[in-house]
């Protein structure tokens, strides 16, 4: 079956714009979460949806929201973009939940803020 | 929230010597801890996990190790190889139903 899509692969934005992220999950898997990946940073939570419905959130700025949609497929949103903000982002899907089953990961989507 | 710390930050073994990794995590309610691996370019995927019903478990020439009581958990690789070569990501979940990362170690597998 098919792996977790993410799109687009590789964007650059101007500080202060904003941005789009889309992740269409594994059929049959209802949890979508959202992870930064920065050098020396690991993976940094920034939040779970679960059936449409936010189900946890990381310590990020109010800038960084999301929604999954009945279809599963979720999107993250960034305004107001800083340089800080560049990153890798990655989506992962699973079962049940973040927390007690394995995640697949998409290949992410590269932002570049200039 | 959990905290979990990841140790070291890189590792360099010579091919057919053993890695190991170690974590800490703060939450004593945490009872799942999954080990992932990124090659570099690639997604990170799960190459072993543990659950708190046990203290070790093993998958060919890869072992996760966990103690409870002083909340810690390891990664072990036997006989290294040039594939083994990644970065790799300890997590522990928490009683908030999210899911910490370590910071990852870099592992380089000398030939």
């Known amino acids: 079956k098919a792996g977790v899509t993410q799109t687009p692969r590789y964007l650059i934005k101007t500080r202060g714009q904003q941005v789009t992220l889309s992740c269409s999950p594994i059929s049959g898997h209802r949890s979508v979460s959202w992870y930064q990946q920065t050098p020396g940073q690991g993976l940094q939570f920034l939040f779970e949806?679960?059936?449409?419905?936010?189900?946890n959130k990381g310590n990020f700025p109010g800038r960084f929201s999301g929604r999954q949609f009945s279809n599963s497929r979720s999107e993250m949103n960034v305004s107001t973009l800083e340089l800080g903000d560049s990153a890798l982002y990655l989506c992962a899907s699973s079962l049940g939940g973040t927390s007690d089953g394995e995640l697949f990961f998409g290949e992410g989507s590269r932002l570049t803020v200039l | 929230g959990e905290n979990v710390e990841q140790h070291p930050s890189t590792l360099s073994v010579q091919e057919g010597d053993s890695a190991v990794i170690k974590c800490t995590y703060s939450?004593?309610?945490?009872?799942?801890f999954p080990w992932y691996k990124q090659e570099l370019g690639k997604r990170p995927q799960l190459i072993i996990d543990?659950?708190?019903?046990?203290g070790e478990k093993k998958d060919q020439r890869i072992a996760v190790t966990l103690n409870k009581t002083a909340k810690h958990f390891s990664l072990h690789i036997t006989e290294t190889q040039p594939e083994d070569s990644a970065v790799y990501f300890c997590?522990?979940?928490?009683?908030?139903?999210?899911?910490?990362f370590g910071a990852g170690t870099t592992v380089t597998v000398r030939a």
């Open positions: 543990i659950r708190s019903n046990v």
């Open positions: 997590a522990a979940n928490s009683n908030d139903y999210k899911l910490s």
């Open positions: 949806y679960f059936s449409e419905t936010q189900r």
């Open positions: 939450d004593s309610a945490s009872n799942y």
